[in-house]
């Protein structure tokens, strides 16, 4: 099968590669039928990501036909169209049983990272019973690929954490894929200012197109300034962190308000200093987390149900043969206005 596998970092290549086999009961192989690239993706050919080796099968979104089930599945049979999500688990541990899925005792694995993707023809998928969602009949395929990862994240890492409140102030920093998510998902809990904060226009007027009450396309002093005239001087209650870059956390802790929480939802490959004696002064919490998809069945709901519209998120498609561009076109996102690529598998 053609796979994309991580060569280290800077480095990617489309291979051949041998199709997986079931090795535990409780496995399933499932054919992809549609794949995406995320910003973590970049990240691990950064060098960003320790945790995910050579070798490996890069991706960890979409949906699918399962091909094969051990003798120990038994919500999923051949031939059912799945969507996948980029965290394989249990769901019995002490770990699961807290809805903390990335920590499973026995799982906890992330697609694409510490075990092998999605950006394939097939996928491995250890715990199949709670790590696949049946697809419901007649939904939109393309719509569910944003549910493995980018929805989740937002709405869990981002909203739940951040303690998005009716009538609250919120600031989004980074309008790529995944806080475009938050900013959809933050809407489920009406606050009155949903800021969002990035360097490229077009991002920029997708996030006025999906919500956002206002815009700034600046960074460090002058975006904090900005912010501080849009809420009084006060800062906002609940900053979602969603770059992934030591500035960007510098600025959350310069505009959160007094009491209120910055989220952080990037992947960082640093340290980050804490302004300590600031943060402790203003009461203010710092959240971070790795997405565990727990949400993933109500966002499902809120999709089929039209509440919210993830497929706005879609700007650009390929065929796996093409992933190569794929990711020059999902990577050069100033130059070609990509948000979400979808990649076809068949
Ligand atoms: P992305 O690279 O598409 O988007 C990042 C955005 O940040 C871009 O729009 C870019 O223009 C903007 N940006 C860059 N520098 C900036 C600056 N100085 N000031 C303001 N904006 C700036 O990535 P994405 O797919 O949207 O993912 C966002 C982050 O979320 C990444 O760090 C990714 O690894 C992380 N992530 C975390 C989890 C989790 O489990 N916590 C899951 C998925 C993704
Ligand atoms: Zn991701």
Redesign the pocket.
């Known amino acids: 099968m053609k796979a994309l596998i991580f060569e280290g970092p800077g480095r990617k290549t489309l291979k051949d590669r041998d199709i997986p086999v079931i090795d535990s009961a409780t496995d399933a192989i499932v054919r992809m039928t549609k794949t995406t690239?995320?910003?973590?993706d970049?990240?691990i050919l950064k060098g960003?990501v320790p945790s995910c080796t050579p070798g490996r099968i890069l991706g960890h979104e979409g949906v699918g036909v399962i091909e094969q089930v051990g003798a120990g599945v038994t919500q999923f049979k051949k031939g059912d169209s799945v969507l996948i999500s980029?965290i394989s688990s249990c769901g019995k541990c002490e770990y699961c049983r807290r809805g903390m899925y990335?920590h499973c005792t026995t799982g906890g694995w992330i697609l694409g990272n510490t075990i092998d993707g999605t950006q394939a023809e097939y996928v491995h998928i250890p715990h199949a019973d709670t790590s696949l969602y049946p697809i419901p009949d007649g939904a939109d395929e393309d719509a569910l690929v944003m549910l493995s990862?980018?929805l989740p994240?937002g709405f869990?890492?981002g909203v739940l954490n951040g303690k998005v409140q009716p009538g609250g102030s919120v600031a989004i920093?980074?309008?790529?894929?995944?806080?475009?998510?938050a900013l959809l998902t933050a809407q489920f809990y009406s606050p009155a200012e949903l800021i969002v904060?990035?360097?490229?226009e077009n991002?920029l007027q997708a996030a006025k197109r999906f919500g956002a009450t206002n815009t700034i396309r600046?960074?460090?002093e002058e975006?904090k300034q900005r912010v501080f005239e849009l809420t009084e001087n006060k800062g906002v209650d609940t900053v979602i962190?969603?770059?992934?870059?030591a500035?960007?956390f510098e600025?959350c802790q310069e505009i959160v308000a007094a009491g209120g929480v910055i989220a952080?939802?990037?992947?960082?490959g640093f340290k980050a200093d804490l302004h300590l004696e600031k943060l402790w002064s203003h009461n203010i919490a710092i959240t971070?987390?790795?997405?565990d998809t727990v949400s993933t069945p109500m966002l499902l709901k809120t999709v089929r149900s039209g509440k919210i519209d993830p497929k706005q998120l879609i700007t650009h498609r390929f065929k796996l043969d093409d992933i190569l561009d794929a990711y020059d076109t999902?990577?050069k996102?100033?130059d070609t206005r990509?948000?979400k690529v979808i990649i076809e598998a068949v």
């Open positions: 690239i995320c910003g973590t970049l990240h960003d980029c990335s990862d980018i994240t869990e890492c920093v980074g309008a790529g894929p995944v806080g475009l998510a904060i990035d360097l490229d991002r600046a960074t460090g975006a962190e969603a770059v992934g870059i500035p960007t600025l952080n939802v990037g992947v960082h971070t987390r790795l997405v999902f990577s996102a100033a990509a948000l």
